[in-house]
């Protein structure tokens, strides 16, 4: 495992992803124990993973601190909880692709139109201007929550409306 860290995603990030994403497709179709799985009987392990990931998240918070073997074990633990999670996304949106509700794209885009979203003094701020204090992104982080549930709200209205 590379110890050294990089200014940004790697140059085979993508490729990675959908190799993997082909692999649990695979298992999807092959492998009768991962065939067998739903969204329902994912819950609980989904629950573990996040707990062992939020455990390794601490543990390597604390080891970074000395830059020693812990800290070493404590980062190729991180790595593999992190990956755990992913596991979780993957596998729950092979389902959702197979059932014909989601895909893998839609949760990307989903997950990327709301980090847009809930940063605009990133992603929209002028350069020049100075970064807001940490009020202002108070504020601004509770006006857009409240934005997003009311555009939530609306959406499940009009999916009712259509419905009945």
Known sequence: MATERCAGPEPDLGHRLVSLHEVITRLRQECPWDRAQTHATLAPYALDEASE???????????LSGHTVESATAIEDLVEELGDVLLQVLMNAAIGEQAGTFTLAEVLETVEAKMLRRHPHVF????????????ELSIQWEAIKAA?????????????ARTS
Do not use: G
């Open 124 to 135: 929209e701020r002028d350069p020049s201007a100075p970064e807001p204090t940490d009020d």
């Open 148 to 160: 997003e549930r009311e555009a939530r709200a609306r959406r499940i209205a009009a999916r009712e």
């Open 53 to 63: 990931l939020a455990e390794a998240l601490q543990a390597a918070e604390d080891a």
